[in-house]
């Protein structure tokens, strides 16, 4: 149990489109997604807390206005990279939470590799 | 702020043993978990401390100690397919799901 799908795996596209990353989970309801985001041989960095039917709360450095999150059902949430710039291309990783053995623990997608040329 | 410090790269033999260690300053401590991550894949979980002291799952053991702020993954047996980037995570704010994650260490298992 416990399955996140993320899509698309990879995607490239021109500088000044825009790209949606869609996260599901595919086996549980999930009321709270998480997005991150990894530059390559770097750590998980948070860049948003997805919230069900309400907005979505930003860390500290991330515009709100250019990563835009939808959070419109209790299995989907949507990134959408607006205006993508090369400086945007990295992987992006979307997570839901649940339970197991008394911790919170996260289940991942498999990722999107976003590549802006 | 959180900060988590991780050793960058380690390298192991083969059927060795070999520990993973990090250390945290946070705001609020609610719970050191770990992860797994090959190259291009997808982190998963492998351990979780919320108290002092050592949790046991099969070849994998995490340890925690709350008041110097450190924790450690110990891998026995290792295997080659161990080969992949592991990260400590904490949550920092009760009835928060996310995790603030580490710097990652690298670690290579040679024959």
């Known amino acids: 149990g416990a399955v996140v799908s993320q899509h698309p795996s990879w995607v490239i596209c021109k500088s000044g489109t825009s790209v949606k990353i869609e996260c599901r989970s595919l086996d549980f309801q999930a009321t709270t997604m998480f997005w991150y985001r990894q530059f390559p041989k770097q750590s998980l960095m948070l860049m948003a807390t997805?919230?069900?039917?309400?907005?979505?709360?930003?860390e500290q450095g991330v515009e709100k206005d250019k990563f835009l999150i939808n959070h419109a059902s209790l299995t989907l949430s949507t990134l959408t990279v607006t205006s993508a710039h090369p400086e945007d291309s990295s992987f992006y990783i979307c997570?839901?939470?649940?339970?197991?053995?008394?911790?919170?623990?996260?289940?991942f997608g498999a990722g999107s590799r976003l590549t802006v040329l | 702020g959180q900060s988590l410090e991780q050793p960058s790269e380690v390298t192991a033999v083969e059927g060795a043993i070999v520990q993973i260690n990090c250390t945290y300053q946070?705001?609020?401590?609610?719970?050191l978990s770990w992860y797994q991550q090959h190259d291009g894949g997808a982190p998963t979980f492998l351990s979780y401390n919320a108290l002092d002291g050592l949790e046991e799952t099969g070849r994998f053991s995490s340890f925690l100690s709350r008041s110097d702020s450190y924790g450690y993954l110990l891998l026995q047996e290792l295997q080659m397919k161990d080969s992949a980037s592991y990260f400590c995570a904490v949550r920092d704010r009760t009835g928060a799901n996310n995790l603030f994650f580490g710097t990652g260490t690298r670690l290579t298992v040679i024959p």
């Open positions: 997570s839901a939470a649940r339970q197991a053995s008394g911790a919170n623990v996260l289940t």
């Open positions: 997805s919230n069900e039917g309400s907005k979505a709360t930003y």
């Open positions: 946070t705001s609020g401590f609610y719970g």
